[in-house]
């Protein structure tokens, strides 16, 4: 299971991922050539030895900074690694590394067996004989080989076992892209609050696990989704290139559909589709698991819940707007290039701006974007001005989500800003279904598009009741509704 990205150890420092430790002789133009070449495809950045640097009787300055400058190294002990006094200077490199600065290692036991390079026997017992016999006035040198070798040993590895040798590098580029995954630290200072959110979502993607899964992230516009999306696409690094320099002219969906998911079918990948709002956008795809290769993940970002629900998505994650803390501290970050707020009247004035965006993170950036650099005047101003009219910004964005719906369910939309909202729902239906709104299927359609539990307050002046009642005197609706005078009057009252 893929866990939240550890800052301890910062990858993001590192000019390498992987280092690969082999002996050139047994396997530089086949098993690690091959192993090469598919970490490279997966987006990991890997080091490999230039042969020309062999010829040397000493290992070059280069490879020890490669070393360090590595996350993790990849040993592939073969059956004559232990030969080699530059692969065994490099293993103890290694192991000094790690004990030293949590370097991670992982040995690869390419038909050999661990316990004789535990035990130091067999082959290995030959190999030193010869390296005591060269290095006779270095016995330190000799020590500390033997040391490395016998802890990297101990380490679990992975065993090649009479396996296919692509089945079994393809398992190891898996498994290293997932621990890979596990590293990557939020490097972005803007994104406050997100380790939370990538937390929740990391358990329900399960990246590393031989199935397929698709996750929906759903939610109102500005709240985080294409963020939260491309973050998890920045630290969960295991693309492949699907169709590698080929070009398709598709007839039609139904021909392009085809195509992708035979091609897409053997392969494993991370796919983001965002910003969905089309049901048969989706489906043509994703249609089916089986169209992609197994440990592959789909991430569908949409504003429509029932969009996900129709495509059978295995889970859905459904961020939610910022804590005060995190709001906070995200507006300050914006409107001040600082975690902290400065004194005099600009706290009071950052509370009052925090408090109306509600916690959305779009709201926040807009408003502390627009503050940075004005005066206090200039913020009582604006402050002023939004009790009004909401920032055009804010409200282009949001209005995507309104432009997308019926006429009718327009108007559900607008009733329910302008006069009903925190109100109990059966009230509301009953005065809904009153103008022939078909309410109960209305506001379930709200409610999955994410727009009446977000946007609120459009409106709510005297002018904008005054047209509702008119409207529903004109359809012959009030006289017919028990209480809603009453309700009326008293509604009336508390708005002017």
């Not at 559900?412 to 800003?417: C, E, G, H, P, S």
Request: glycine fraction near 6%.
């Amino acid at each position: 299971m893929l866990s939240l990205p550890s800052t301890s150890s910062s990858i993001s420092k590192k000019k390498y991922d992987v280092f690969l430790s082999f002996r050139g002789e047994d396997t530089r133009k086949n098993f690690t050539d091959h192993l090469y070449d598919d970490l490279k495809r997966s987006g990991i950045v890997t080091f490999r030895d230039d042969p020309k640097l062999e010829a040397g009787e000493e290992i070059a300055p280069e490879l020890f900074n490669a070393i360090q400058q590595s996350w993790c190294s990849v040993i592939v002990f073969s059956e004559t690694y232990a030969f080699s006094g530059w692969c065994l200077e490099e293993l103890a490199e290694i192991v000094k590394q790690k004990n030293d600065m949590g370097h991670k290692v992982f040995p690869i036991f390419y038909n050999v067996d661990p316990s004789d390079l535990r035990k130091q026997k067999e082959r290995v017992e030959e190999a030193f004989a010869k390296h005591e016999e060269r290095y006779k006035e270095d016995r330190d040198k000799i020590q500390s080989w033997r040391n490395a070798l016998t802890q990297v040993a101990n380490i679990k590895g992975w065993h090649l076992n009479n396996r296919h040798e692509s089945k079994f590098i393809r398992d190891i580029v898996m498994k290293i892209s997932a621990k890979l995954c596990q590293t990557y630290p939020v490097t972005h200072n803007d994104l406050v609050g997100i380790s939370e959110r990538l937390e929740d979502l990391y358990l329900k993607i399960n990246i590393g696990e031989d199935d397929v899964c698709i996750i929906g992230i759903c939610g109102m516009d500005g709240i985080g989704k294409t963020t939260l999306a491309r973050v998890a696409c920045d630290q969960c690094r295991i693309f492949l290139k699907i169709f590698h320099g080929e070009c398709f002219n598709f007839f039609d969906v139904h021909e392009g559909s085809a195509i992708i998911s035979h091609r897409l079918s053997h392969k494993k990948f991370l796919l983001v589709i965002d910003n969905v709002d089309n049901m048969q956008h989706l489906k043509c795809l994703v249609g089916r698991h089986d169209w992609f290769g197994l440990g592959s993940r789909i991430i569908v970002t949409t504003r429509d819940e029932h969009l996900l629900q129709c495509c059978q998505v295995d889970d859905v994650y459904m961020p939610i707007t910022l804590n005060p803390k995190d709001a906070l501290q995200l507006f300050n970050l914006k409107a001040f290039h600082s975690d902290m707020v400065p004194k005099d009247d600009f706290i009071e004035l950052s509370k009052h701006v925090v408090n109306y965006a509600g916690g959305l993170p779009l709201a926040l950036e807009v408003l502390g974007s627009f503050l940075c650099g004005r005066d206090a005047t200039q913020w009582r101003s604006t402050i002023e001005r939004l009790k009004r009219d909401s920032n055009k910004e804010i409200l282009d964005k949001l209005r995507i989500s309104f432009d997308g719906l019926e006429e009718r369910e327009k108007n559900i939309f607008l009733d329910i800003a302008c006069f009903f909202n925190k109100e109990e729902k059966g009230f509301v239906i009953k005065i809904l279904d009153g103008c022939e709104f078909f309410s109960d299927i209305g506001i379930d359609v709200h409610i999955k598009k994410s727009l009446v539990k977000s946007i609120t307050n459009i409106c709510g002046c005297m002018t904008c009741y005054k047209k509702w009642e008119e409207n529903l005197l004109e359809k012959n609706v009030l006289i017919n509704l028990e209480n809603v005078a009453d309700c009326g009057r008293k509604r009336t009252s508390i708005i002017s």
